[in-house]
């Protein structure tokens, strides 16, 4: 090694006037590159997280993935309930098995009840509570869930049904879901508190379908309530000792899925040409949020304190190649796909939660695979 030479590149570059030191050369770059960065964080809007699966399972998805299921599988800690399986379905039926996520490289597997071979984890609340459901039980059907310290706690069903699942819980540790008959011929709105269950009542006694799908910190809880599956059904609010019809678009049917703290609604609406609207109930009035393009099908997940809402757009309940993950605030629509960078991989195709630092959890395709995400808005510090 010529020791001269390396003294004498060495001294070029020390400092002076006109002179610029290795640190100083460092730090340009870094500039630069952090410039690089920013510019292009301030381009994409959102930081976009892959949430994994499990080891074994291909598929990840948030709270029913591109089927609405209602509840809020994100926390304001930005924690998210998953669950996975290898069917590139999001209700296969059985083998589907479920995490908490709670950071990078961080999970905690939330167990199914005993012999289980299905376990779906809908929803939580800040408080490390999460609800769902898994089975069979002993009829064949699943049993609502519980996962408190990692335990899971069977909330049961009510008198002479045969199957339940919860779907949502608030922070004062109030769940809500459903409760059904054998066939599920009969679906009954349920909340569980303090190891009890309450039926909520429907709109109509003759209704067989009655969902209660999230529930705010006051205790108002929304949903359906109607005679049949497939029509004649409304979204409704249970306001503690009254239920209120909140109406259609125009069509024969609606649900709503997402309740904020000050009694904002969001789900989606039937209009008059049958087509299904992303849909917000506010002040005893429904405004229509319109699709993406001229989808026929949209629906509006979740909204929070601030009054942002996501949900989807495309062609249907099961559409898991045009779908559209979107994002509603201050009077208009965004498509969530043109706010993270675009060579990141994914195509979102669902928002279903948004929380109070407005991150937001969905499913989408990350490099042609089925994944849950998070997405952190940029300059919101992630855990």
Known sequence: MNTK???????????????????GLAGLVFLLTLGTVLSAIAQSRYIVTD??????????????????????????????????NNAANPYPGAGDSSFLWTGPGEIELLPGLPAATDTIAAGLNDRDQVVGFSGPNSAGYEDAVLWKNGIAHDLGTAPGDIGSGAVA?????VAVGVSYTAGFTVLHSAAWYDGKIELLPPLASGDILTEANMINDRGQIV???????????????????????LGTLGGLASAAYGINNFGQIVGQAQTAS???????????????LGVFGSDPFGGANSINDRGQIVGFSGQGYEDITTAHALLWQNGS????QTLIPADSGWVLQQANAINELGQIAGTGLHNGQIRAFLLTPAGCLQR
């Open 169 to 173: 819980i608030n922070n004062n540790g």
């Open 51 to 84: 949430l994994g699966t499990l080891p074994g399972l291909a598929d990840s998805y948030v709270n029913g993935g591109i089927e609405n299921i209602g509840g809020m599988a994100l926390n304001n800690r930005g924690q998210v309930a998953v669950f996975a």
């Open 274 to 288: 049958g087509d299904w609207h992303a849909s917000l109930w506010e002040n005893g009035a429904i405004t229509d």
């Open 333 to 336: 629509m965004t498509d969530l």
């Open 223 to 245: 949903g359906e309530s109607g005679p049949n599956y497939w029509a004649n059904y409304s979204a409704v609010l249970w306001d503690h000792d009254k239920i209120i019809d």
């Open 5 to 23: 030479n390396t003294m004498k590149t060495h001294q070029t570059f020390k400092s002076g006037p006109g002179r610029l030191s290795l640190a």
